[in-house]
C-alpha cells in the first residue's frame, strides 16, 4: 500500500512539473505589434516568428529565438519603404532577417531584462531587452523596450541620411498562448 501511495504521489509531481514545463513554451500570437521610431522614420515590422520559453519561477531555463522579416517594414509611405528595403538601408536582398536570441534573463525592480544578441544587417550585438510579462488565462503578454543604434549595425543610408536620425526606439508587444 505504501509503495502504491508513493507512486501514485510521484506521478503527481511528475504531471505538475510536465505541466509547469509546458507552460513556459509559448506559441507567438497574431495579434503582435513591432513599432520603431526616431527622427525622420516610425513605422513598423511584420514577419515575426520564433520560439519563447519563458517561467519568471525558472529564469536559468528562460530563452526566446526571435525573427522578424526585414521586408515587412512598413512606414506609411510606399517610396520610404521601397528605400529602407533597399542597399543603403536594411538591403533585405542580402540580410532579410532581423532576430533576436537570448539565453540569459534576470528580475529588474519593474520586471525583467532578456541579456541576448540583436543580429540585424548582417552585424549582432549584446543588446539587452528590457521587458515585462503579464500572465493571462490562455498564456500571456510580453511588453519590451529597446533603443537601436543603426549605425552600431552598418546601416549608413544614403547621402542624405543624416535626415534620419541614428538612435531608434523599439516597442514590442507579443501576446503568447501556452
Not at 517594414?73 to 543603403?88: C, V, Y
Not at 544578441?117 to 503578454?141: E, K, M, N, W
Not at 536620425?165 to 514590442?172: L, R, S, W
Request: glycine share 10%; proline share 4%.
Amino acid at each position: 500500500m505504501v509503495i502504491r501511495m508513493l507512486f501514485l504521489a510521484g506521478l503527481l509531481l511528475l504531471s505538475v512539473a510536465m505541466a509547469r514545463y509546458q507552460q513556459s513554451n509559448y506559441t507567438i500570437g497574431q495579434n503582435y505589434a513591432i513599432r520603431f521610431s526616431g527622427s525622420g522614420a516610425e513605422g513598423t515590422f511584420r514577419g515575426l516568428t520564433g520560439s519563447i520559453r519563458f517561467d519568471p519561477e525558472d529564469l536559468v531555463n528562460a530563452s526566446m529565438n526571435v525573427r522578424v522579416e526585414a521586408a515587412t517594414i512598413a512606414t506609411g509611405n510606399n517610396l520610404k519603404d521601397k528605400h529602407a528595403r533597399g542597399e543603403n538601408w536594411f538591403d533585405v536582398a542580402e540580410y532579410p532577417d532581423i532576430s533576436y536570441r537570448a539565453t540569459a534573463f534576470a528580475p529588474t525592480a519593474s520586471g525583467y531584462v532578456a541579456n541576448g544578441t540583436l543580429t540585424l544587417h548582417g552585424v549582432s550585438q549584446r543588446t539587452p531587452l528590457p521587458f515585462t510579462f503579464t500572465r493571462t488565462a490562455d498564456g500571456g503578454q510580453f511588453e519590451g523596450r529597446m533603443t537601436v543604434d543603426r549605425g552600431a549595425f552598418g546601416i549608413e543610408g544614403p547621402w542624405l541620411a543624416f535626415t534620419v536620425g541614428d538612435a531608434f526606439e523599439v516597442e514590442i508587444v507579443v501576446p503568447v498562448t501556452d
